[in-house]
């Protein structure tokens, strides 16, 4: 049983674009929610992270909105770069030491 | 400084053999983690280590033992290696809920 759902599975953006994933969970315990980046033969490496309290995170040109009612979460990454190509995670976990449930990626292509 | 460190980047071994895969955290961190990513990109949690005890253990095969002589490290050791165990394993450490940190991976093969 998936816990997180991740949409697209791929997007291709032009550059200069806006890039947006999006992510379903269904576990209201959750409390936390990150997304990874992962570029190929590399470790995920967090990007951004959101908990429950807020509905909106942002960091330069990656902004999480989170719909706490309808249980989903997106990222958005602006002005999208080449550089910006990798596979996209999002992630769920709850309170205390459990490990983070990651939704299936998102390949992320940026074109010129 | 690396965070969370892995041996061997890359690991290639015949079927049937036996192999571990060594990991280390300068964190500080109290839990340690294994997921493996299969050829799709899906990363999948197999055990997490909480102060030296197994405290999750997914439905992953007995073949599969994680080993922690301490709270810095976590090691991966495989019995009887079959094909479909290729993949990339990945160690991982966070302190309560804090950031998650990830290793660089192992990329295993099994011919």
């Known amino acids: 049983q998936q816990q997180v759902k991740q949409s697209p599975q791929s997007l291709i953006v032009q550059k200069g674009g806006i890039s947006i994933i999006n992510c379903a969970y269904e576990n209201t315990a959750f409390d936390y929610f990150p997304w990874y980046q992962q570029f190929p033969g590399k470790g995920p490496a967090l990007l951004i992270a959101i908990r429950p309290d807020v509905s909106e995170k942002k960091e330069g040109r990656f902004t999480i909105s989170f719909n706490k009612s309808a249980k989903q979460f997106s990222l958005h990454i602006m002005d999208s770069q080449p550089g910006d190509s990798a596979t996209y995670f999002c992630?769920?976990?709850?309170?205390?030491?459990?490990?983070?449930?990651f939704g299936k990626g998102t390949r992320l292509s940026v074109i010129a | 400084d690396t965070a969370v460190s892995q041996t061997p980047k890359y690991l290639v071994t015949q079927m049937g053999n036996d192999k571990s895969i060594k990991c280390e955290q300068n964190?500080?961190?109290?839990?340690m983690y294994w997921y493996k990513q299969d050829s799709k990109k899906f990363l999948k949690i197999m055990f997490s280590y909480n102060n030296k005890e197994l405290i999750i253990n997914e439905t992953v095969p007995n073949r599969f033992s994680p080993k922690s002589p301490d709270k810095a490290h976590l090691n991966l050791h495989i019995n009887s290696l079959e094909l479909g165990d290729s993949a990339v394993y990945f160690c991982?450490?966070?302190?309560?809920?804090?950031?998650?940190?990830f290793g660089p991976g192992t990329r295993l093969t099994v011919l």
């Open positions: 992630a769920a976990s709850t309170a205390g030491n459990t490990p983070l449930v």
């Open positions: 964190l500080g961190h109290d839990t």
């Open positions: 991982a450490s966070r302190r309560g809920t804090d950031t998650q940190y």
